[in-house]
């Protein structure tokens, strides 16, 4: 087997190449898994591509993204997790030598720790590559399974991927029809089992958990004006911009703010039951597919165009 594998590398901001590396050797708790198709983050990775993510730990360039991927098991080692031939969704890896895998997934054959991978139905194909969002979605809502009971929220803002995700885990877990707020016309549709309006048509005041996936960090006042008394917001997107607020209506609604951290493993194993059994669904939310070839493109159309709510690259091709 080649120790190299194909990568897309993000050599600086803006500058993209599909570059053939050596991988890590393969070690003792490791498999390989042959990559069928990556998600491209409109988040994190937005601000990789544009050099505006703020600093934290091993940032820098040049860089393989991606942490939405699926592929085939290709190779074990005796007493692994899954087999070879089995599907499985992998939440990043540090695969790629001579560049910083941040997140590293974003390749045609990863090596990772076999326990890093989650086995998922064949069934799924590329929706698979959601599992990350869902993923953290559910863990902004439930804090890993320590919050009891959960706090589902009733106005969601944003209604791209997480959005949607977080609206339909809301209805999956029994929650009210949360309120979801979407500025952009094109954006407005495809709701299920939800509302989906603009804000300047809501009057309401009395939110007691609003969720921001926007990353717009200019909201926060504005959202803590229409929280009810011991309402809370919680800050589930990725902002590039510090955040700040008035004191004295925070103070006067007595406000809770949360900032939603990273999934954990067990919070994607919830979300994957939760799909395989059919209680959430994944339906409608990739909207593009293109090539490795068509890598470049792909990246600019999933920062630009405001009907691309996830681009998959297929690696297959």
């Known amino acids: ?16 190449s599909i570059k053939t590396l050596e991988v890590k050797a393969f070690e003792a708790n490791d498999i390989e898994v042959d990559v069928t198709f990556s998600g491209i983050s409109t988040g994190t990775e ?6 505006s993510m703020p600093p934290f730990p091993g940032l820098g360039y040049p860089l393989v993204p991606g942490y939405e991927t699926v592929g085939l098991v290709s190779k074990v080692n005796p007493g692994s997790s899954v087999q070879v031939g089995d599907h499985v969704f992998v939440p990043g890896s540090y695969t790629f030598q001579g560049v910083r895998n941040i997140f590293g997934g974003a390749g045609s054959r990863l090596i990772v720790a076999h326990d890093r991978a989650v086995k998922v139905s064949p069934e799924l194909g590329p929706k698979a590559v959601l599992l990350a969002l869902a993923a953290t979605c559910y863990h902004a809502i439930a804090l890993g399974g320590e919050r009891q009971p959960m706090v589902l929220p009733d106005l969601i803002v944003g209604h791209g991927v997480m959005g949607r995700l977080l609206a339909r885990i809301t209805v999956a877990l029994g929650g009210p029809s949360p309120v979801v707020w979407e ?18 048509d809501d009057t309401r005041k009395d939110y007691k958990a609003v969720y921001d996936v926007s ?26 911009q510090d955040l700040s607020f008035a004191f004295a209506p925070a103070f006067m609604r007595e406000a809770q703010i949360r900032a939603a951290a990273q999934w954990k493993k067990h919070d994607l194993l919830a979300v994957t039951r ?39 690259l297929d690696w297959t091709s």
């Open 183 to 200: 500025t952009q016309a094109l954006r407005q549709s495809g709701a299920e089992g939800y509302a989906v309006i603009h804000p300047n």
């Open 1 to 16: 087997m080649s120790n190299t594998a194909q990568a897309i590398v993000f050599d600086a901001p803006q500058q993209l």
């Open 46 to 51: 937005r601000l990789l591509w544009d050099g």
């Open 274 to 312: 939760m799909v395989e059994t059919g209680q959430l669904s994944l339906e409608g939310m990739i909207t593009h597919t293109y090539k490795l070839s068509q890598a470049l493109e792909a990246y600019k159309v999933a920062f630009s165009d405001p009907l691309c709510l996830k681009m998959m």
């Open 215 to 240: 990353g717009d960090s200019s909201l926060l006042n504005s959202l803590i004006m229409r929280l009810s008394p011991g309402g809370e917001v919680v800050l589930a997107g990725f902002y590039k």
